[in-house]
């Protein structure tokens, strides 16, 4: 997890750089923080059943990839390279933010990750930590010793499962509301 830890952060930091080389011109052509789509956003009318589904199809084929992924030789290189994107996703997004809005943009990439990111955090946590441990007890070739690391696995998936749906009810029906106050702060 120590190693998962750093390189999350050092990704951060390397968005962070990034964003910050390649300037405001560019961070202000950048979709969501486009300041058009930002103030369009303030008067949506944003349906949480739809974004539901729009999300539910966005990310559950994701989730279910990953982990498919991460099951094969290579997974927990696949699992810290996904962890390694978002943390330069992140760190990108945050100085555009504050290059666009100033400390204001801080709400903004605040109001961006709340309340979702609160369920899709432990998602990768479990996940990450269930992959761990069955990759750890690969040499335990007893059939009860296979037998709980497929079931952990299982366990780990489903609750990531599931924690994910949960993500997904936040990010569909409080986030937008959330957002739009925010939006209405910074405006």
């Known amino acids: 997890m120590k190693k998962t830890t750093f390189l999350f952060f050092l990704l951060f930091l390397s968005g962070v750089i990034c964003a910050n080389i390649s300037g405001v011109v560019f961070g202000r052509e950048l979709g969501a923080m ?3 789509f ?5 008067y949506a009318n944003i349906q949480g059943s739809e974004l539901f589904l729009f999300l539910f199809y966005e990310r559950v084929p994701r989730f279910l990839l990953l982990v498919a992924l991460s099951i094969g030789i290579y997974g927990t290189l ?3 390279g996904y962890l390694c ?3 330069f996703t992140v760190g990108f997004l945050s100085v555009i933010a504050i290059m666009n809005y100033g400390i204001k943009g ?5 109001g961006f990750f709340l309340p979702h990111w609160l369920f899709y955090a432990p ?6 930590s269930g992959l761990y441990y069955y990759k750890r007890q690969a040499k335990d070739v007893t059939a009860g010793g296979q037998k709980k690391r497929h079931m952990k696995l299982a366990v780990s ?4 499962g599931l924690l994910l749906l949960l993500g997904l009810f936040a990010e569909s029906y409080a986030n937008p509301f959330i957002l739009q106050k925010i939006v209405r702060i910074i405006d």
């Open 106 to 110: 801080i709400l903004l990439v605040a």
């Open 34 to 36: 486009n300041e058009y």
């Open 157 to 160: 998936v489903l609750l990531a």
């Open 78 to 80: 696949v699992a810290d």
């Open 85 to 87: 994107y978002l943390g």
């Open 123 to 128: 998602v990768l946590l479990i996940w990450q």
């Open 38 to 42: 930002i103030n369009r956003y303030m």
